[in-house]
């Protein structure tokens, strides 16, 4: 399994809403990340997990709380959004301990604010 | 300023034509540069990832190349197919496998 599987694929929710995004690969890698990204602009990395430790945070608001209950998952919680958080929500993987293999990136979770 | 600047931003040409995109980076110390392609709404594929030492790696019709004396990286599309319709993002890692810049990327339009 070669792949990074994002879930759902589309999300329409009001600011009182409460969702998760979720995040699952099998390929081993022990770094997974997520990127939020704004049409016609490159990704933007929001946090980084290493052996299921948030390692990096890159002063992102706390409406979005990460969570990594495993190796193989990640989830983004989501509460309380602004609709400019509507962006594509993009979770990736890599092999924590090489540089030389590139990241592997899901297909994405389309987030709508409204 | 970004550490990792692509040209052109858009670039439109036919189908069977072949095209050139470049990539400038001042990341430094550099690890090693990739190619992505990106679909509208959806996730980045990798097309090639290159390190210090490597000049020159293809992937079919992809063919990436990477002078790291002058920081400049090129990717080169031979016979152009519509599917090849994308933004093409340049991405350079510094030596800690997280720390991964991109670049804005340069979208392409092959029309038939």
């Known amino acids: 399994d070669t792949e990074v599987t994002q879930t759902p694929k589309h999300l329409v929710m009001g600011m009182t809403n409460k969702k998760s995004l979720k995040c699952e690969q099998h390929?081993?890698?022990?770094?997974m990340y997520w990127y939020k990204q704004k049409a016609k602009k490159p990704p933007e990395l929001m946090f980084v997990y290493s052996y299921e430790k948030l390692s990096i945070n890159e002063s992102v608001p706390s409406r979005f709380s990460p969570e990594c209950p495993n190796s193989s998952l990640l989830n983004l919680h989501l509460h309380a959004l602004q609709p400019e958080d509507s962006a594509l929500y993009l979770c990736?993987?890599?092999?924590?301990?090489?540089?030389?293999?590139?990241?592997?990136f899901g297909s994405g979770t389309r987030l709508t604010v409204v | 300023k970004n550490q990792v600047e692509q040209s052109p931003q858009s670039l439109i040409i036919l189908e069977g034509k072949n095209c050139t995109l470049q990539?400038?980076?001042?990341?430094?110390?550099?690890?090693?540069l990739r190619w992505y392609k990106q679909d509208t709404g959806r996730g980045p594929v990798s097309l090639t990832i290159m390190t210090f030492s490597e000049n020159t790696k293809s992937n079919g019709r992809y063919t990436a190349t990477l002078d790291a004396d002058t920081k400049q990286s090129s990717l080169h599309i031979t016979a152009s197919q519509l599917s090849d319709s994308a933004s093409y993002i340049c991405v350079v890692s510094a030596e800690v496998p997280s720390d991964m810049r991109f670049g804005a990327g340069t979208r392409l339009t092959v029309k038939p």
């Open positions: 990736a993987s890599s092999p924590w301990d090489s540089s030389e293999h590139g990241y592997t």
């Open positions: 390929m081993g890698h022990r770094a």
């Open positions: 990539c400038n980076y001042t990341v430094s110390p550099f690890s090693n």
